[in-house]
């Protein structure tokens, strides 16, 4: 069975922190893997990951693919209060018609 | 409006009816998911599709049904409500085999009362 795991489930930082986000997975055919923000309505896109494209970088937030260890992180550096959000990693798995969630990381960031 | 439109956007109802979510996308794309998100859990699998006519389970498939005769639109039924199925559900679709992002309906509360 595929599965996406997180960690930490929740993370409470200051204003101007690095914060690391880990995600694991156990998939069959792996295809991409992908992070997502959610603050208070639908997810939104921040990455895709795939086996010719292991690191991605925008702005303050960067996500490398670890195709070995089966895994990736997802960094914030300078943390803002508007990174408050739940982290998502996914994984396209199954020949890609399948798109697998983790639990998620809950993140706030105090001023 | 192009996008991805889930309707209703709330929806009360009670134990033991049936109950339909509708999920609308205007980029015909082939993909499309359904998920439900509940505290702790993140967003589960519930139904995927591959294309009109191809269905498949997720990870928690059990109460639900889902149709897909046309490519642009998945809608779920849950056939006999339950109150465990009070959660927050997301349709989503993404256009190609796993090289592009999945896209997010606005959701969909829903409680079972």
């Known amino acids: 069975e595929d599965k996406v795991v997180q960690s930490p489930l929740s993370l409470v930082v200051h204003e101007g922190d690095t914060v690391t986000l880990n995600c694991s997975y156990e998939v069959t055919n792996f295809r991409s893997l992908l992070w997502y923000k959610q603050e208070k309505k639908a997810p939104t896109f921040l990455f895709m990951l795939?086996?010719?494209?292991i690191e991605k970088k925008s702005g303050r937030l960067s996500s490398i693919l670890d195709k070995k260890e089966l895994s990736s992180i997802l960094n914030i550096t300078a943390t803002q209060t508007g990174d408050s959000a739940i982290y998502l990693c996914?994984?396209?798995?199954?020949?890609?018609?399948?798109?697998?969630f983790g639990a998620g990381t809950i993140l706030r960031v105090k001023s | 409006d192009a996008g991805i439109t889930q309707s209703p956007r709330y929806k009360i109802t009670e134990t033991g009816r049936q109950v339909t979510l509708m999920c609308h996308q205007t980029w015909s794309h082939s993909y499309m998911f359904w998920y439900r998100q509940d505290l702790g859990h993140g967003l589960r699998l519930i139904y995927y599709?591959?294309?009109?006519?191809?269905?498949d389970k997720g990870e928690v498939p059990d109460g639900y049904v889902v149709s897909r005769s046309k490519t642009e639109n998945f809608p779920l039924t849950l056939e006999s409500a339950t109150r465990s199925q009070t959660s927050v559900y997301f349709c989503?679709?993404?256009?190609?085999?796993?090289?592009?992002?999945?896209?997010f309906g606005q959701g969909t509360r829903l409680t079972v009362v």
């Open positions: 989503a679709s993404s256009q190609t085999w796993a090289r592009t992002e999945a896209f």
């Open positions: 996914a994984v396209f798995g199954e020949y890609g018609n399948k798109l697998v």
């Open positions: 795939t086996s010719s494209g």
């Open positions: 599709s591959a294309a009109a006519d191809i269905t």
